[in-house]
């Protein structure tokens, strides 16, 4: 069983946008798509030691912004190289206007 | 500490590349300056209509400058015609392959993929091999013994610099991996930064590229004349002085493992039709601080960041002449780097942890970093 983590305000995150939330000793990336829908990964991607947060949201899609690798936020699939692993994810709730994810320790 | 005269190993098979990993300087940190996250979301905006009435134009004017050619030949004014055939197809390929690599071009992806194909072609880049090298090269950008994408070494190699004028050393090297990725093996230096998993695409990619050899050749002998040629596969060649006087500007006489692209890029003016020609990579700090910037925002971007960057070469012309300047100082002494003082409006300067190369100081002064162990910033006034 997960531990529900609160994270960001959803106002601080707009449509088709990645925001930034460490916690502890991890970094995680938390996703709004293009549909309004929330969506948490790893912070930093299975390439390289680079935050996704500063990357490019397209639809379900965030592209890394060192080496335009691709990653399927909603699943943690690789879609372009140099990114061929997936990433982990995680689930996302919303409560009283704060977004939620649920890690494991 | 290294002499002057000591020689730098570039390969990546040599001992730099383990001590780059251990000083910490691959796969490391590199400063980026401070751009607002919303105006960024609006530059890293990826425009199919812009890249599709660009890449109509590129195949128009090719195919424009192809038939003057062709009227030309078998006079002596075949000798222009071809050369600006060739450098505008070696130049337009090179910088395509480029964009399109970086997924930037087109919004969509298959887009970026069908250009990236041709493009590789016209610069006879296998493209999957080099898809993974400039991977590297944005990595570590100039980090010795793990950038395969280093132009010169210091001292630099007057032959092999200038014989790229003809993609003579580079073309054969990658005419070599063709045919040898063609049987089914790979170069030892290419699997330090290609994936054993993308092995089989990088044979079929070198089959698919003979047939494409054979089928020149066999029209050449069809017509009896090497004209086929002219137009496909030699252009690569005697059209890369185009590609190399302007990629010579992008790093070389700046500094070696530092991790600032203000101190290893240049940024350059140029005019709005060798702009075209390039897509944009003029404002080459501002491609590899932000690569996910597409190239028609990255003028825009340059205005964003100017503040915080050395100030751009204002010309070809200058910029060549401070390479060549530089690589001429670099014969007598290969630690003989080039600073360039930053606006008082900058943030200092991130070398990292050991920065190679002879610092030239505003006022003139020189101070020999290798070996003194300067960490992390360096003002430029220090």
């Not at chain 2, 990546?12 to 979301?41: C, F, H, Q, V």
């Not at chain 2, 006879?124 to 950038?147: C, E, K, M, N």
């Not at chain 2, 060798?274 to 028609?296: A, D, G, K, Q, T």
């Not at chain 2, 003989?336 to 030239?360: C, F, Q």
Request: charged share 20%; hydrophobic share 40%; proline share 6%.
């Amino acid at each position: 069983m997960g531990q529900w983590i609160e994270t960001v305000d959803v106002k601080e995150i707009d449509a088709e946008d990645v925001i930034r939330f460490d916690y502890e000793n991890h970094t995680y990336a938390i996703y709004s798509n293009d549909k309004g829908e929330y969506f948490a990964t790893d912070g930093y991607c299975p390439h390289q030691k680079v935050h996704l947060a500063d990357g490019l949201v397209m639809g379900n899609i965030i592209e890394c912004p060192k080496h335009n690798g691709r990653l399927d936020f909603t699943t943690g699939e690789a879609k372009r190289a140099p990114i061929c692993h997936t990433i982990k994810t995680y689930p996302v709730k919303l409560e009283a206007g704060k977004l939620f994810i649920e890690i494991t320790a | 500490m290294a002499t002057n005269m000591e020689r730098r190993d570039y390969s990546l098979l040599g001992p730099l590349n383990k001590e780059a990993i251990e000083k910490g300087i691959a796969e490391a940190e590199w400063y980026t300056s401070p751009i607002d996250r919303k105006r960024m979301k609006e530059l890293m905006k990826r425009k199919n209509g812009r890249a599709i009435r660009d890449t109509i134009i590129w195949f128009a004017t090719l195919v424009i400058l192809a038939y003057i050619a062709f009227l030309s030949w078998g006079t002596w004014w075949a000798i222009p015609a071809f050369a600006i055939y060739g450098g505008v197809y070696a130049l337009t390929g090179n910088s395509r392959w480029h964009e399109a690599g970086h997924g930037t071009m087109f919004k969509t992806p298959w887009m970026n993929e069908v250009v990236y194909q041709i493009a590789s072609f016209m610069n006879l880049f296998p493209a999957t091999p080099w898809r993974w090298s400039h991977v590297r090269h944005h990595s570590d950008t100039y980090i010795v013994g793990r950038d395969p994408e280093i132009h010169a070494p210091r001292p630099p190699v007057w032959r092999v610099l200038l014989g790229e004028l003809i993609h003579f050393y580079g073309g054969i090297a990658d005419l070599k991996r063709i045919f040898l990725h063609a049987f089914g093996k790979m170069d030892k230096a290419e699997m330090d930064y290609i994936p054993a998993s993308e092995c089989k695409k990088v044979y079929w990619e070198a089959r698919v590229w003979i047939v494409i050899f054979l089928a020149i050749i066999a029209a050449c002998l069809y017509t009896g004349s090497i004209l086929p040629a002219m137009f496909i596969g030699l252009p690569t060649f005697f059209g890369f002085y185009a590609v190399m006087l302007i990629a010579w500007t992008q790093h070389l006489g700046l500094n070696e493992d530092v991790l600032d692209h203000r101190l290893n890029t240049r940024t350059v003016y140029m005019n709005p039709i060798i702009r075209f020609l390039y897509c944009n990579m003029n404002y080459h700090i501002e491609h590899h601080m932000f690569p996910m910037v597409p190239y028609h925002a990255l003028p825009a971007l340059h205005e964003e960041m100017k503040h915080d960057c050395p100030k751009p070469n204002s010309s070809i012309f200058a910029a060549l002449k401070e390479v060549f300047s530089a690589l001429h100082k670099q014969r007598k002494d290969p630690t003989y780097t080039i600073l360039r003082p930053l606006p008082i409006t900058a943030r200092p300067y991130m070398y990292g942890p050991s920065p190679y190369g002879t610092v030239i100081q505003q006022g003139g002064d020189k101070k020999t970093t290798e070996g003194i162990g300067i960490y992390g910033t360096m003002d430029r006034d220090s």
